[in-house]
């Protein structure tokens, strides 16, 4: 019997600068303005998404871009060994002095950390009994609730005085090690949320899990966690993606929107 993910990510920038990314497969996107992707689709074979949170406004943003792309590429999050190469090598990639230069025409000494967060999931559903691959480094958070009950499975690299301990390609000078947690037996779970940290320092815990808890398609609820987070007035961009996954049953469609 297959799987039916379905899924919904929504961005939207606090200011006139949007840091966040969202990485699907391979592919990106940001912006100032509400920006959604929704599908619903049988599972064949391995997918991934990220959100990754730019450190410095603007120039940390491209460096979420490239970030989401590389972290959500299937292949390059295999498991627990090319999750630690593929951000080894984003953060080698962005302190080089030609990254920004080469490709936005950007000079070394006009950036300022050129980094960014992120968290990320892996799912290979061509296996019914496949666990789940999660991976974060910095204060971006995943949440996995499970017969109604929220629990966060990230670990935030923040002190309480909101510093961070550990990022990629800026920020504190060590290389980043990133978070890694193999979830077995993914029946278990229902819905996934992984988001910036400008909605997880807006909402509380509560919030979150009684918003989660809404019956309603991943697009309705990512929607809802935007426009609350955004009805407080949050200091930091705002992303969010929402992640359902359900048994297909003996019969195939593909649905997309």
């Known amino acids: 019997m297959a799987w039916e993910l379905s899924v919904a990510a ?12 969202v990485g699907v497969n391979g ?4 912006g100032p303005r509400p920006a959604v992707w929704s599908a619903r689709h049988l599972v064949s074979g391995p997918e991934a998404f990220v959100v990754a949170d730019g450190i410095q406004p ?5 460096g979420a871009r490239l970030l989401a792309e590389q972290a959500s590429t299937p292949s390059h999050v295999h498991d627990s060994k090319t999750v630690t190469q593929t951000i080894a090598a984003v953060h080698e990639e962005l302190l ?3 990254y920004f230069f ?3 025409n950007i000079k070394p000494d006009q950036l300022r950390l050129p980094g960014a967060t992120v968290v990320g999931c892996r799912f290979d559903l061509a296996d019914r009994a496949a666990p789940v691959l999660l991976f974060n480094v910095g204060d971006a958070s995943a949440f996995f609730l499970k017969d109604g009950c929220l629990t966060k499975e990230s670990i935030s690299d923040r002190t309480e005085s909101g510093m961070l301990t550990q990022a990629v390609g800026g920020g504190p000078p060590a290389d980043p090690t990133p978070h890694i947690v193999v979830l077995d037996q993914l029946a278990a779970h229902n819905r996934v949320l992984l988001c910036s940290d400008g909605l997880t320092d807006t909402l509380q815990y509560a919030e979150l899990e009684a918003l989660l808890r809404l019956p309603s398609i991943p697009g309705k609820v990512a929607a809802e966690l935007l426009a609350t987070t955004l009805q407080k007035r949050p200091a930091d961009d705002v992303t969010a993606i929402v ?11 593909f649905t997309s929107r």
Request: net charge negative; charged share 25%; proline share 3%.
């Open 10 to 21: 929504i961005t939207q920038a606090a200011s006139n600068v949007n840091c966040d990314a």
């Open 27 to 30: 592919w990106s996107f940001t």
């Open 58 to 62: 603007g120039y940390g943003g491209l």
């Open 96 to 98: 080089a002095d030609d």
């Open 102 to 104: 080469d490709y936005w």
């Open 243 to 253: 992640i359902d996954l359900t048994d297909a049953g003996p019969r195939r469609r």
